[in-house]
């Protein structure tokens, strides 16, 4: 059974750093991309950008790019989301969700959230 | 960058009845690049629909999507209690990118 398990809720203060993690089972880790999906509060899903971990490929949205930093681990079938100096901005939920195949075009299995709250 | 337009935005139903849902694309898409997701509150998004009409595993039979172009449908033939969430529509861009609509509330009329 594929499983994407993520770290738990973080709350931190504006200027810290942060790397939260999604830990995946149940098929071969390092020949699917893994995506990170940011939801605001009351809002929308927005897509943050994407690894490949056989080759460390990585793609960001245009509109984060620089923001954020997306890496993998495929010797412990773990992908990561890091910030180096936090914002009040990014609070929010953070998802990963991996992407079904190099020709596929959706997300079909997605973590239970990690929510980030940055406040001082 | 292709935008996607969701109608409307919240939708009042009744239990039983058709729900359908519009998702509007900027540009003419692939329909392999289109795809929807159910999400229930305090939960993550669940993949429904993908290449704008095959059903995911394991989704019920009265779910379905159609469409081509810039216009896609999701449509709920009958509506269950447990159908009631906020529905988005999404789309893969070259670059890549994947962009989401803004999400259709069906709520319980």
């Known amino acids: 059974e594929v499983q994407l398990v993520q770290s738990g809720t973080e709350v931190k203060k504006p200027g810290e750093s942060l790397k939260i993690s999604c830990e995946a089972s149940?098929?071969?880790?390092?020949?699917?991309?893994i995506g990170w999906v940011r939801q605001m509060p009351g809002k929308g899903l927005e897509w943050m950008g994407m690894?490949?971990?056989?080759?460390?490929?990585?793609r960001y949205s245009p509109s984060l790019q620089g923001q954020v930093t997306i890496s993998a681990d495929k010797s412990i079938s773990t992908a990561y989301l890091q910030w180096s100096s936090l914002k009040a901005s990014d609070t929010a939920m953070y998802y990963c969700a991996r992407r079904r195949g190099s020709w596929e075009y959706y997300f079909d299995y997605w973590g239970q959230g990690t929510l980030v709250t940055v406040s001082s | 960058e292709i935008v996607l337009t969701q109608s409307p935005g919240t939708l009042s139903v009744s239990p039983g009845e058709r729900a359908t849902l519009s998702c509007r694309a900027s540009q003419s898409l692939s329909s392999s690049y289109l795809a929807w997701y159910q999400q229930k509150p305090g939960q993550a998004p669940r993949l429904l629909i993908y290449g704008a009409s095959s059903r995911a595993t394991g989704i019920p039979d009265r779910f379905s999507g159609s469409g081509s172009g810039t216009d896609f449908t999701l449509t709920i033939s009958r509506l269950e209690p447990e159908d009631f969430a906020v529905y988005y529509c999404q789309q893969y861009g070259r670059s890549p990118t994947w962009t989401f609509g803004q999400g259709t509330k069906v709520e319980i009329k």
């Open positions: 690894t490949y971990p056989g080759d460390s490929d990585t």
């Open positions: 149940g098929y071969t880790f390092s020949t699917y991309w």
